[in-house]
């Protein structure tokens, strides 16, 4: 080998070694700047008031600013979308629901995405279970006395909800089912706000509502807690039965998951999934949580993701028997 050859390879590997060690120090230093957590529904609703719970110890964990982008629409579908077209870099993730990641699959008949493998599963961040609320002027102060209410003569019994193929809806279908109430009507609302607004106000029967969407109306006496969806008692709500005591099958939670898209370097992921674990480990954003009816996730990675398919069959089947007209 010669004397010019040697010192051009040497050249070529240090200017090698010169051009690959700012790529490893960005990979190594993530992340470096901001990451966008999209909350695929409008401000003030579940999914945004638990990605806001959890963002500032997610931050701290992360060590980045999290910014929160509500893009809502179709469902959920819009914002789920976006985030699934990203660059899978880990400075975009969503927070996916029921709704969006395990309903929507089988209520349209063609997503933007697909829940299994547009994305890579971080874990799941909270759940929350339902509850049946009233107007507070119903004259009934038990689910036995709202299903007699209902099924007496002359009534027209309605529950409403933040759209259809919502968790809402469906948990209404499977009350009137259980109860019953062949002739109550669904009445679909463009958001849960709507609803929740319009059942204040008394116009329709009652709402099967997300706990933490529902809970400061029950606080405030503007409506009448008679069951919720969870297993066993619930400290935010006292003295209030579940679905099962009160002699109606009925126990379903909604849940709220992190994603990101599909082909994020595994060493991102596996970083994004330990800051959501001492995010939820945290005393203040398990308070934070409680205190909005909800509870820490504690299912992550591949783990979350076998959840995940388990409940697009799981809710694909509520969908078939409601016989929903598909999108």
Do not use: C
Request: aromatic share 6%.
């Amino acid at each position: 080998m010669t004397r010019h050859f040697k010192r051009t390879a040497f050249l070529a590997l240090a200017i090698l070694g010169l051009t690959l060690q700012p790529l490893a120090a960005t990979q190594a230093a993530y992340p470096d700047r901001p990451v966008r957590m999209i909350v695929p529904f409008g401000p003030g609703g579940t999914t945004d008031l638990v990605a806001r719970v959890l963002a500032a110890k997610f931050s701290q964990e992360l060590g980045q600013t999290i910014i929160i982008e509500n893009k809502g629409g179709a469902g959920g579908n819009i914002g789920v979308a976006a985030a699934s077209t990203a660059s899978p870099d880990g400075y975009t993730i969503v927070m996916g629901t029921t709704s969006n990641m395990a309903i929507n699959a089988t209520l349209y008949k063609k997503l933007p995405y697909d829940p299994v493998t547009s994305f890579v599963p971080i874990g799941n961040a909270a759940s929350a279970p339902q509850v049946l609320v009233v107007n507070k002027d119903l004259p009934v102060s038990s689910v036995a006395e709202l299903i007699a209410y209902a099924k007496a003569p002359g009534r027209n019994p309605t529950f409403g909800s933040g759209g259809v193929g919502t968790p809402v809806h469906l948990a209404g279908e499977i009350f009137k089912t259980q109860a019953g109430l062949s002739s109550m009507v669904h009445v679909p609302y463009k958001g849960s706000a709507k609803a929740v607004a319009d059942l204040i106000a008394g116009n329709i029967t009652m709402i099967v509502e997300s706990l933490p969407s529902a809970l400061k109306y029950i606080k405030g006496g503007q409506l009448k807690a008679l069951a919720h969806t969870g297993a066993g008692s619930i400290s935010v709500l006292p003295g209030i039965p579940s679905m099962k005591e009160a002699n109606v099958d009925l126990e379903v939670s909604g849940w709220f998951g992190m994603f990101a898209p599909a082909g994020v370097p595994a060493d991102i992921a596996n970083k994004l999934t330990t800051a959501l674990k001492a995010t939820l480990a945290s005393p203040e954003v398990g308070e934070g949580l409680a205190k909005n009816g909800a509870l820490p996730g504690d299912v992550f990675g591949a783990d979350f993701g076998t959840f995940v398919a388990s409940e697009g069959k799981r809710w694909g089947d509520v969908v078939n028997s409601a016989k929903l007209k598909k999108r």
